[in-house]
């Protein structure tokens, strides 16, 4: 029998965070020992929060649960995976797209590092949640409190002007 805790680590940016992001989260917690939620960079792209506070929005929302942790990283997912000791790369599948797209890194990986990859199906009735997508309507002055866990709604609602400046400097 082995005895080796299993490590999954859950990587994005989470800028922000959805109720899809921890709903995927929490369900994987109930299959790995530990689940370290791995907030990245993606130099593709401008985040609308601080690496600072998203840090602190995971880690509140996820306080409750015990073998969750939140930590930063640089890199690629698989190096900060293989470092951590990590079983598996947890990721969550929205729709066909997310699967394709998925599919092809989970496979590179595999066969580049060794690392496996565990796909979790969103919720339904949070299938059409992206961060983009808040980001978007929360800059048009929409409500994204159902969408969201209340802890992001400050940093929303603080910014929504300059989210619609963000938006605006996306295009």
């Known amino acids: 029998m082995n005895s080796a805790r299993r490590i999954a680590v859950f990587p994005g940016m989470f800028d922000p965070v959805t109720l899809g992001h921890v709903d995927v989260i929490r369900r994987g917690a109930a299959l790995f020992d ?11 792209k401008t985040a609308l929060l601080t690496t600072a506070q998203r840090l602190t929005i995971l880690r509140d929302v996820l306080a409750d649960l015990p073998n969750v942790r939140v930590e930063e990283f640089d890199g690629l997912t698989v190096d900060f995976a293989r470092r951590l000791g990590a079983a ?9 797209s997310d699967l394709r797209y998925e599919l092809q890194i989970a496979l590179t990986n595999r066969a580049v590092t060794g690392v496996e990859t565990v796909f979790i199906m969103t919720s339904p009735e949070l299938a059409f949640t992206s961060s983009t997508l808040i980001k978007q309507i929360a800059s048009m002055g929409g409500d994204v409190s159902k969408l969201v866990p209340p802890a992001v709604l400050p940093y929303i609602q603080r910014d929504a002007a300059s989210l619609s400046q963000h938006d605006n400097m996306m295009e």
């Not at 530990?34 to 593709?44: F, K, M, Q, T």
């Not at 598996?88 to 066909?96: N, Q, V």
């Open 34 to 44: 530990e689940i370290v939620v791995g907030v990245g960079r993606n130099p593709l």
């Open 88 to 96: 598996a790369i947890l990721r969550g599948i929205r729709d066909s």
